[in-house]
């Protein structure tokens, strides 16, 4: 299919998030803001809770790159509606694009909004998307100090996904390590290790997602 694509203009900096979170709650819409460094899994995680929730929920995805539509045509081909935002340069998606793409959605018959963010561990964590959780993937390569280098990332983020633990064996990555550095900062953390490769872990997180999917759809306010 044609894939919509849509530019991010610099003068979308006005933070809307409070409107963007009231029409996800007309709608009964959740939306889940994805962020990770470039190469951390966020597309092969989107794909893999597609195939674990479409029986169950109707998910629409928000792709943003810098450039390309790469992510958005594998999406695409899943049969699930997605958005390529490109920002043209910018490295973080904030309330106002996700403001403009909304309406491009059919909210009435989407339960679930994945916002792909762009891959890096600096400025997406300062913009607020809206969005009812921030879920931030550490992958094993990148190393368990991030959470030292880029704290607020780890601050802001509802939930870390710990991916590629099948590399693991290869690379120095404590994992208790690097839940305590983030503990740290943000003593609610909740954590899942997965491998979005092998499908390792998913299943759990796929269930915490269903609950919170099914709570917003319930009118609870989070
Ligand atoms: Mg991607
Ligand atoms: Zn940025």
């Not at 809307?16 to 009231?22: A, D, G, T, W």
């Not at 007309?26 to 470039?38: A, D, F, I, R, T």
């Not at 880029?150 to 839940?179: C, G, Q």
Request: glycine share 6%; net charge negative; with cysteine.
């Amino acid at each position: 299919m044609e894939i919509k694509i849509v530019k991010q203009i610099l003068a979308w900096n006005e933070d809307v998030s409070e409107e963007v979170k009231q029409l996800l709650r007309e709608k009964n819409v959740c939306l889940v803001n994805v962020m990770g460094s470039p190469g951390a899994g966020k597309t092969s995680l989107i794909k893999k809770i597609i195939n674990d929730l479409r029986g169950k929920f109707r998910i629409g995805v928000i792709e943003g790159d810098i450039a390309g539509q790469i992510d958005a045509d594998t999406i695409d081909r899943m049969g699930i509606p997605v958005v390529q935002l490109q920002t043209d340069g910018a490295c973080h998606i904030e309330a106002m694009s996700v403001q403009h793409m909304l309406p491009m959605f059919d909210l009435d018959a989407i339960d679930v909004l994945f916002v792909e963010n762009i891959g890096n561990l600096v400025c997406p964590a300062e913009f607020d998307t809206g969005a009812h959780w921030n879920i931030t993937i550490l992958s094993v390569p990148e190393g368990d100090d991030k959470p030292l280098k880029y704290p607020l990332m780890y601050t802001v983020s509802d939930v870390v996904l710990i991916n590629k633990i099948d590399a693991l064996p290869y690379f120095d990555f404590d994992i208790e390590k690097a839940k305590q550095r983030i503990l740290n900062l943000n003593p609610k953390a909740v954590f899942f290790p997965i491998s979005a490769k092998t499908g390792e872990g998913v299943d759990a997180f796929c269930e915490w997602i269903e609950r919170q999917i099914a709570a917003v759809k319930e009118g609870k306010t989070l």
